[in-house]
């Protein structure tokens, strides 16, 4: 059974602060994503990680990917309060239809 | 730019109702899945569909569930027997590969 994990699960941070969310998942994919969910929201795709050593970067956000060591990375640099939502990685199955597999989520509380 | 769209918003139900949710997803795309998320808790899979069936599907989509592509546009997720457990927030998603793109949701409580 795929298996997807964040840490960690709940994060408060003040503003101007850096952080970073770890994703560790259990299956040889090598495709990572991150997604972003407002309460009672959807969920909008941030970055899509594609291969070993992957880094991307939006605005106070970078992402990672180290495929041997099935860990992705989420930093944050210099918050900011419109950071606060809960984040969520999610590994893709490529062999059936592109499933996605969601981690366990991490809400981030930026405050003020 | 283009979306996928899930009515309605809110479903209220008594247990033991028949309730379908409904999704248009993006018109190029070719995958498409239905996922629930109860609340506070993370994003689980149901079901993928592509060319016209059913490709895989969790264990949670057990013989109460069913998902239709009646015309070429409308994905249709239908629950036939509710139970209080059901009640969660139902995302339909759809994608050419990846990423994938989900709606807004429809929110299902089951009293």
């Known amino acids: 059974e795929l298996k997807v994990e964040q840490n960690p699960l709940f994060l408060s941070m003040q503003e101007g602060k850096n952080y970073t969310i770890y994703c560790n998942y259990s299956?040889?994919?090598?495709?990572l994503y991150w997604y972003r969910q407002d309460p009672g929201k959807s969920l909008e795709s941030l970055f899509v990680l594609l291969s070993n050593g992957a880094v991307k970067q939006e605005g106070r956000l970078m992402a990672s990917l180290d495929t041997k060591a099935r860990l992705s990375t989420l930093h944050i640099t210099a918050a900011v309060h419109d950071l606060s939502a809960t984040y969520f990685c999610a590994e893709i199955n490529t062999g059936t239809a592109s499933k996605l597999t969601f981690g366990t989520g991490t809400r981030l509380q930026v405050t003020l | 730019e283009p979306e996928v769209t899930q009515t309605p918003s809110h479903q209220v139900t008594q247990m033991g109702q028949e309730v379908i949710l409904r999704c248009v997803p993006i018109?190029?795309?070719?995958?498409f899945y239905w996922y629930r998320q109860i609340l506070g808790q993370k994003v689980e899979f149901l079901v993928s569909f592509y060319n016209n069936e059913i490709s895989e599907k969790s264990e949670i989509f057990d013989d109460q569930f069913s998902v239709e592509r009646p015309d070429g546009s409308n994905f249709t997720l239908k629950i036939r027997s509710t139970k209080l457990e059901d009640s969660a927030m139902y995302f339909c998603?759809?994608?050419?590969?990846?990423?994938?793109?989900f709606g807004n949701g429809t929110r299902l409580t089951v009293t």
């Open positions: 018109s190029n795309h070719l995958y």
């Open positions: 299956t040889t994919s090598d495709r």
């Open positions: 998603a759809s994608s050419i590969r990846s990423p994938l793109h």
